[in-house]
């Protein structure tokens, strides 16, 4: 009966979301492990790598039909994804001029908005 939340016994449709959105959160901690040892080369190769999830998530989202995504709940997220992504982008952007510093602060801001998106998406019921 753990799983009786399913109504139909069918695979979750939001289960290809969520897995995606802990695949970012999982890339931006290694934004920020790497950057933590001054390697501003590794917050790029991460970095782009969350930038290409976020922009399938985003899709992924805005396409799905799931009755438990409204167009409010979606809209929420997306903006919150959107955000996470202008993070990520500046992290790359001063990693990418060898800002260490600069870059794993601005790694660990978007860590922590790829953490609130996620969790976000853990939530719907």
Do not use: C, W
């Not at 976020?54 to 903006?79: F, G, T, Y």
């Not at 801001?109 to 998406?121: D, E, P, T």
């Amino acid at each position: 009966f753990l799983f009786s939340a399913q109504g139909s016994g069918g695979e979750d449709p939001l289960r290809p979301i969520r897995k995606r959105s802990d695949e970012i959160y999982r890339l931006s901690l290694e934004m920020t492990h790497h950057g933590g040892e001054g390697h501003t080369d590794e917050i790029v190769r991460y970095g782009e790598e969350a930038v290409s999830q976020i922009e399938v998530l985003i899709q992924q989202i805005q396409s799905s039909n799931s009755d438990r995504l409204d167009h409010p709940a979606k809209e929420k997220m997306i903006a919150s994804l959107k955000s996470t992504l202008e993070k990520i982008k500046e992290a790359i952007r001063l990693g990418k001029i060898n800002d260490a510093k600069a870059a794993l602060k601005a790694a660990r801001s978007a860590s922590f908005q790829a953490q609130k998106s996620r969790q976000q998406i853990h939530a719907i019921p």
